[in-house]
């Protein structure tokens, strides 16, 4: 999230903006348990900096599962995405993205460049050069062929959990159930990182969706340069980053 965050930043979370719920974790050990939304209280928008369950089953190893996240969305709901030359285009129209976002001239990957674990599977797109691609919104009603089963298939995990969808030849099953089209039970939003170029994102793992979301960031509210402790019982005070306590997040 470079140059917005940094290492050894401290972060409030406001986890009321768009939703009040029951606990999704236990305190202290943070396993993560069952939870219900009891009352909406917002939408998440463009260039939100949202903290998000990671998606299931896209790592393997537990570092990923069940760790948070925290990106910018760029994209909501019915929203057209396209990167151009790492320019952002929503419905046609060029956004601006927040200054302190790090992006580098530098190796630059042209649009014929077609690069490895791009989201979705089979796309011919790069990180600096992706879409067009329309954002998914609950209610929608997708058809399911082989021929798009990849596209869909991490969208609709998303509601059921992993390997509830399976292809086998031309049959695509639900839960055991065969099935040829899809009703999206929840929206969808498309993050980035806001160091662009170093960034896992939605260009990789797909979307993500409101039940995901944990909270909106707010505020910095404590900074410390591990790099720069000095010897000495209070050899800590000279690691404090007093500028960036209390700033904000734009």
């Not at 305190?27 to 009352?39: A, Q």
């Not at 190893?61 to 929203?79: E, G, M, Q, Y």
Request: net charge neutral; hydrophobic share 40%.
């Amino acid at each position: 999230m470079e140059n917005t965050l940094v290492p050894g930043d401290f972060i409030v979370v406001n986890k009321f903006a768009y939703s009040f719920s029951t606990p999704r974790e236990i305190p202290i050990i943070n396993f993560p348990i069952p939870h219900t939304e009891i009352i909406t209280t917002g939408k998440p928008s463009k260039k939100d900096l949202v903290i998000f369950e990671f998606p299931k089953g896209f790592y393997r190893d537990s570092l990923k599962n069940n760790s948070k996240f925290i990106k910018r969305i760029v994209a909501c709901p019915h929203d057209t995405l396209q990167i151009i030359n790492k320019e952002f285009f929503i419905n046609n129209k060029n956004i601006k993205l927040p200054p302190t976002i790090k992006i580098s001239e530098e190796n630059m990957r042209g649009g014929w460049v077609k690069e490895e674990g791009i989201y979705p599977p089979g796309c011919k797109w790069n990180r600096d050069n992706y879409g067009p691609i329309v954002i998914p919104a609950k209610g929608d009603t997708i058809q399911i062929t082989p021929q798009n089963f990849e596209w869909w298939q991490s969208v609709i995990v998303m509601d059921f959990g992993e390997r509830s969808l399976i292809s086998e030849g031309s049959v695509i099953t639900l839960q055991g159930k065969p099935i040829k089209e899809y009703v999206l039970t929840q929206d969808h939003y498309f993050v980035v990182g806001d160091n662009l170029d170093m960034s896992m994102d939605s260009r990789y793992f797909g979307f993500i969706t409101d039940k995901m979301i944990v909270g909106e960031a707010m505020f910095i509210y404590w900074s410390v340069n591990q790099d720069k402790v000095a010897p000495g019982p209070l050899g800590f005070l000279s690691a404090i980053r007093s500028d960036r306590i209390f700033r904000g997040i734009e």
